[in-house]
């Protein structure tokens, strides 16, 4: 694109400036062309390492540009508050490529985003080429999947003094079997915080996990930042091959209903054939015929079990039993990922398979990387967490297992001596009691009272002073 064609009029609204105007000096990275409003088109660009939009009033769409619109993530949940910080996030401003807030550092997840159709599109797309693609259909308008989540609503009458109010309980998601009364007990089998019903904290648990066990930047590569064709196409190798060796969504069933069915021939992924003769049995425990294959404790008579189909149907769980073996987080939807006797959450499936990077939390499929710390790395993620420079050949400090320049460390983290008050350099030696530090130098660390160097000496603390015997104590505090 030739930027010398451009109007001078452009006008630039910076998402790190909360879309004040400021005029456009340089240009960098053209992203991609957007329609703007009925009559104006713009673009988002790179400069100064924020992503802004550009507005040209000047110049009118294109019918046929019509099939481009856009909405890039970055304006979706933008000053969304969020749940974790409270009041001290600004408000959610995603940062460009960390999928992260840059004012308060937390995940998407974390915020109070209305995030509308976008996760049954995610799982729609997870389920599309699947067995399961009973489970979602496609939009009219441009043909994406989309997830048909099943909702319950229960409608409960209340006997007041004078008046019969009506109670209803809305189910954001369900297990989608015929029987409502099957479904409703899985509910409250579920522990109560984690029931997603409508507008309470279980429905906003379910909305976290969705966004934690299955991100949409593991199964998406338009979803991931500036991957190769070739990490492309691994990438979609890589989708397909656990779409049809692991993914899986569990089954509602009453044991007894399981064990009066003809026997299945289905395999699980052990290459051995599933039974149903004695489902889940123990051996001698007439009582305990249906044991869970988690907590290893009897069903309850009448109680739903969960059975994944990957696993064999010799195996079942309890409904709060259901869960990533990793985070044990129930898995959200009953969506799993079964591998060498184990459920997984599609998060902890890939970190099975591929090295996730740190800095991105994108799997990584380039054969070029860094580990540092015990941790993985894109070659170009492996950045200050604050300001994001490059930290190859630099020095570093971790801060809560994130990597931080030695500028950034002294500016906002370095701890301050009680003697001197002047940052401790992180390569410098220090000596902290508590939550009090100093230079190990005879200058810093010595008696408040007779000033004698206590370095390799007992001392004695007292509310950030230093006393090398109970003389000097008594003589200062006196």
């Given at each position: 694109?030739d930027?010398?064609?451009?109007?001078?009029?452009?006008?630039?609204?910076?998402f790190?400036?909360a879309?004040?105007?400021?005029?456009?000096?340089?240009?960098?990275?053209?992203?991609k062309?957007?329609?703007?409003?009925?009559?104006t088109?713009?673009?988002?660009?790179?400069?100064?390492?924020?992503?802004s939009?550009?507005?040209?009033?000047?110049?009118?769409?294109?019918?046929?540009?019509?099939?481009?619109?856009?909405?890039?993530?970055?304006?979706?949940?933008?000053?969304?508050?969020?749940?974790?910080?409270?009041?001290?996030?600004e408000?959610?401003?995603?940062?460009f490529w960390?999928?992260?807030?840059?004012?308060?550092k937390?995940?998407?997840?974390?915020?109070?985003?209305?995030?509308?159709?976008?996760?049954?599109?995610?799982v729609?797309k997870?389920?599309?080429?699947?067995?399961?693609?009973?489970?979602?259909a496609?939009?009219?308008?441009?043909g994406?999947?989309?997830?048909?989540?099943?909702?319950?609503?229960?409608?409960?009458?209340?006997?007041?003094?004078?008046?019969?109010?009506?109670?209803?309980?809305?189910?954001?998601?369900?297990?989608?079997?015929?029987?409502?009364?099957?479904?409703?007990?899985?509910?409250?089998?579920?522990?109560k915080?984690?029931?997603?019903?409508?507008g309470?904290e279980?429905?906003?648990?379910?909305?976290?996990?969705?966004?934690?066990?299955?991100?949409?930047?593991?199964?998406?590569?338009?979803?991931?930042?500036?991957?190769?064709?070739?990490?492309?196409?691994?990438?979609?190798?890589?989708?397909?091959?656990?779409?049809n060796?692991?993914?899986?969504?569990?089954?509602?069933?009453?044991?007894?209903?399981?064990?009066?069915?003809?026997?299945?021939?289905?395999?699980?992924?052990?290459?051995?054939?599933?039974?149903?003769?004695?489902?889940?049995?123990?051996?001698?425990?007439?009582?305990?015929?249906?044991a869970?294959?988690r907590?290893?404790?009897?069903?309850?008579?009448?109680?739903?079990?969960?059975?994944?189909?990957?696993?064999?149907?010799?195996?079942?769980?309890?409904?709060?039993?259901?869960?990533?073996?990793?985070?044990?987080e129930?898995?959200?939807?009953?969506?799993?990922?079964?591998?060498k006797?184990?459920?997984?959450?599609?998060?902890?499936?890939?970190?099975t398979?591929?090295?996730?990077?740190?800095?991105?939390?994108?799997?990584?499929?380039?054969n070029e990387?860094?580990?540092?710390e015990g941790?993985?790395?894109?070659l170009?993620?492996?950045?200050?967490?604050?300001?994001d420079?490059?930290?190859?050949?630099?020095?570093y400090?971790m801060?809560?297992?994130?990597p931080?320049c030695?500028?950034?460390?002294?500016?906002?983290?370095?701890?301050?001596?009680?003697c001197?008050?002047?940052?401790?350099?992180?390569?410098a030696?220090?000596?902290?009691?508590?939550?009090?530090?100093?230079?190990a130098?005879?200058?810093?660390?010595?008696?408040?009272c007779?000033?004698k160097?206590?370095?390799?000496?007992?001392f004695?603390?007292?509310?950030?002073?230093?006393?090398?015997?109970?003389?000097?104590?008594?003589?200062?505090?006196?």
């Amino acid at each position: 694109m030739d930027n010398s064609k451009l109007p001078l009029s452009f006008w630039t609204y910076s998402f790190q400036a909360a879309f004040n105007k400021v005029l456009l000096s340089k240009w960098d990275m053209v992203e991609k062309w957007v329609r703007h409003g009925p009559e104006t088109t713009g673009f988002y660009f790179m400069h100064s390492n924020k992503i802004s939009y550009c507005l040209c009033p000047e110049t009118k769409p294109l019918e046929s540009d019509s099939a481009n619109f856009m909405t890039l993530g970055h304006e979706q949940g933008a000053g969304a508050p969020c749940l974790k910080c409270k009041d001290k996030c600004e408000g959610f401003e995603l940062h460009f490529w960390r999928k992260i807030c840059r004012n308060c550092k937390c995940g998407q997840e974390e915020h109070d985003v209305l995030t509308g159709n976008e996760e049954d599109k995610k799982v729609g797309k997870l389920f599309e080429d699947t067995k399961y693609t009973s489970l979602i259909a496609k939009l009219k308008t441009d043909g994406i999947p989309v997830y048909k989540r099943n909702t319950v609503t229960l409608t409960n009458p209340i006997a007041a003094k004078k008046d019969i109010s009506i109670k209803t309980v809305t189910y954001e998601w369900a297990p989608p079997v015929q029987n409502q009364t099957l479904a409703v007990r899985y509910m409250e089998l579920l522990p109560k915080e984690k029931q997603p019903v409508a507008g309470s904290e279980g429905a906003q648990y379910r909305k976290k996990q969705l966004a934690k066990q299955l991100p949409a930047h593991d199964q998406d590569p338009s979803k991931c930042h500036e991957l190769s064709v070739n990490e492309v196409k691994q990438m979609e190798q890589f989708v397909k091959k656990y779409k049809n060796e692991a993914l899986g969504v569990g089954d509602i069933k009453l044991p007894d209903e399981m064990e009066a069915q003809p026997k299945e021939q289905g395999k699980n992924d052990a290459g051995e054939r599933s039974t149903t003769v004695a489902v889940g049995s123990v051996a001698g425990q007439p009582a305990k015929k249906y044991a869970c294959f988690r907590c290893k404790l009897s069903m309850k008579e009448g109680d739903p079990a969960v059975y994944a189909e990957r696993a064999g149907y010799d195996k079942l769980w309890h409904p709060a039993c259901f869960v990533c073996c990793v985070c044990s987080e129930l898995l959200v939807d009953m969506i799993y990922f079964w591998k060498k006797g184990k459920l997984y959450c599609g998060r902890h499936y890939c970190d099975t398979e591929k090295p996730r990077c740190a800095g991105c939390d994108e799997l990584i499929f380039s054969n070029e990387y860094t580990q540092a710390e015990g941790q993985n790395w894109h070659l170009k993620h492996f950045c200050c967490y604050e300001c994001d420079c490059v930290l190859a050949g630099e020095i570093y400090v971790m801060v809560n297992d994130k990597p931080v320049c030695k500028p950034c460390y002294v500016k906002l983290h370095a701890a301050v001596c009680q003697c001197c008050h002047n940052v401790i350099d992180p390569e410098a030696q220090r000596v902290t009691y508590g939550n009090y530090n100093w230079h190990a130098t005879p200058d810093c660390f010595l008696c408040s009272c007779c000033g004698k160097c206590l370095i390799g000496q007992k001392f004695m603390p007292v509310e950030g002073m230093l006393f090398c015997s109970v003389d000097c104590k008594k003589k200062l505090m006196s």
